[in-house]
């Protein structure tokens, strides 16, 4: 099969890439050097190159086409909009139909409580809202002097100003002058990397949550306005909490009165075979952050799912926050058209009950391949955490990330996309996968950490730092 159509030869497009594109959290030198993949079709749960490779994409995109590749009804929603009412804002006293009928719709979706919607065009914005509006809110409530907002090591809650001081990335707060003031973060529920010797998962995840109880105390509860989390950290390298962990947190919350931000951007709309993450793991957030899921990537759409009582406290005062494309109408129009499928279809319901058991039955067994230390799987989102001795849970000698780049190389090689996070593989599939593509996606996983393992002990990299 051959996806190579109505596109110029692929050298000549990687020569225009080098010379005038710059990417995302991209080494530009070093692409320069390879040239660029050309992504020029996809189909369910399958892209196809420049080259004409047919590759599964085991990443959705960035972990957002939940409802697969190929949907036309989704085309032909965004073609019907354009041109019925490409544009239209919401500023200024002004809505229009498909708006008004998503966030109707999202607020009966949403966990109980939270019923008002304020849009983005993606995650990191609809982050930047959630800084302004938690000010905000306890401004109106008489305690402006509440603006800390409390966020974890290795979060990641987008790439702007804002949402990336909340992230706990480090890389990335050591460029462009990171994190901005009143944010500050506490450790990140990850057993694997922070555990003591001997220390329990329970027992640890406890101990990750009560960090936050401790950080409260040493800033002052009076000086805090939210807590920030993502329910499993995402690009941390799918960081699936212990169960003691959001209990904890959320009985934090509560007792000093802050406001608790659930990130659902990766976790929303299916991803952990349900809804959202935050009803995987019993939370009660104040604030929802969504993006990614909504649309499944179709359009960029984002935004906040904001309680009532939010809601009334801000209704007397005009918010000083908006951008151009909230609730853009072509948008909204392909994420309803998304959440009629997701619905109709039962999707979430398939991962819940049969493709996501079986997904974490068939991923479990690789924790027996000698690289694999620990696998991580929620829904239908995974990793498996390479080491060079399990038994002591050590980490390679080289440089982090080395050995993880060999395994995403020898993903593609192998055909199929897996995302490397430091020395973790991770998957975040299509949520449409049928069993016999999972049974597919673990002979391509298991390959690659085969083909891995052989190239780090031709590199005589298998040594513990
Ligand atoms: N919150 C979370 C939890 C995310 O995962 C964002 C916010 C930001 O969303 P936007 O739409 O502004 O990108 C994200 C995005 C990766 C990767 O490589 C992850 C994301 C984005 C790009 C790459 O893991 N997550």
Same mark, same amino acid.
């Given at each position: 099969m051959t996806g190579a159509r109505n596109h110029p030869p692929t050298g000549s497009m990687q020569a225009a890439d080098a010379a005038h594109h710059l990417h995302p959290f991209t080494h530009h030198r070093e692409l320069a050097g390879k040239g660029v993949r050309v992504i020029t079709r996809a189909e369910g749960a399958w892209i196809f190159d420049s080259e004409g490779n047919r590759i599964l994409d085991a990443m959705a995109g960035l972990w957002c086409v939940n409802i697969g590749y190929g949907r036309h009804e989704l085309a032909d929603a965004a073609a019907r909009q354009m041109r019925e009412l490409p544009y239209y804002n919401t500023f200024f006293q002004s809505a229009h139909p498909p708006v008004i009928a998503l966030a109707e719709k999202l607020a009966q979706r949403a +966990? !109980?409580?939270?019923d008002h919607v304020f849009f983005a065009t993606g995650g990191s914005d609809a982050n930047d809202t959630n800084i302004r509006l938690v000010r905000h809110y306890w401004a109106r409530k008489g @305690? +402006? &002097? #509440? #603006?800390i907002i409390i966020s974890r090591h290795n979060a990641y809650h987008g790439s702007t100003m804002g949402a990336a001081s909340l992230g706990g990335m480090a890389p990335m707060h050591? &460029?462009?002058?990171? +994190?901005?003031?009143d944010i500050v973060h506490i450790m990140q529920p990850h057993w694997w990397a922070e555990a003591e010797e001997g220390e329990g998962r329970e027992e640890f995840g406890l101990r990750a949550a009560r960090a936050l109880e401790a950080e409260i105390e040493r800033l002052g509860p009076e000086n805090v306005a939210a807590f920030i989390g993502e329910p499993v950290q995402g690009a941390g390298a799918v960081i699936v909490p212990p169960e003691s962990y959001w209990p904890e947190i959320q009985r934090i919350c509560r007792r000093y009165g802050i406001l608790l931000i659930a990130d659902e951007v990766i976790t929303g709309f299916g991803r952990t075979g349900r809804w959202w993450g935050s009803e995987s793991f019993g939370i009660a957030p104040d604030i929802m952050t969504i993006a990614k899921g909504l649309s499944s990537g179709y359009a960029p759409i984002g935004g906040s799912i904001v309680s009532r009582e939010i809601a009334e406290t801000i209704a !007397?005062? @005009?918010?000083?926050h908006g951008y151009t494309?909230?609730?853009h109408p072509v948008s909204a129009a392909v994420a309803l058209e998304n959440l009629r499928i997701l619905e109709e279809e039962g999707i979430i319901d398939r991962v819940r009950e049969e493709t996501g058991p079986y997904l974490a039955e068939r991923w479990r @067994?690789?924790?027996?391949?000698?690289?694999?230390?620990e696998v991580r799987i929620r829904g239908f989102m995974a990793a498996v955490q390479l080491t060079p001795d399990k038994a002591r849970r050590a980490s390679f000698a080289a440089p982090t990330g080395t050995v993880g780049l060999i395994g995403r190389e020898k993903a593609i090689a192998n055909g199929i996309v897996m995302r490397h996070i430091g020395d973790s593989l991770v998957i975040s599939p299509p949520l449409i996968l049928s069993r016999e593509e999972i049974d597919l996606m673990i002979a391509l996983a298991r390959r690659t950490l085969d083909d891995t393992l052989a190239e780090v002990r031709a590199q005589g990299l298998m040594e513990a730092g």
């Open positions: +966990p !109980d409580g939270l @305690e +402006p &002097q #509440r #603006r050591g &460029q462009g002058g990171l +994190p901005i003031a !007397d005062e @005009e918010f000083f494309y909230s609730g @067994e690789l924790m027996d391949h000698p690289l694999v230390g």
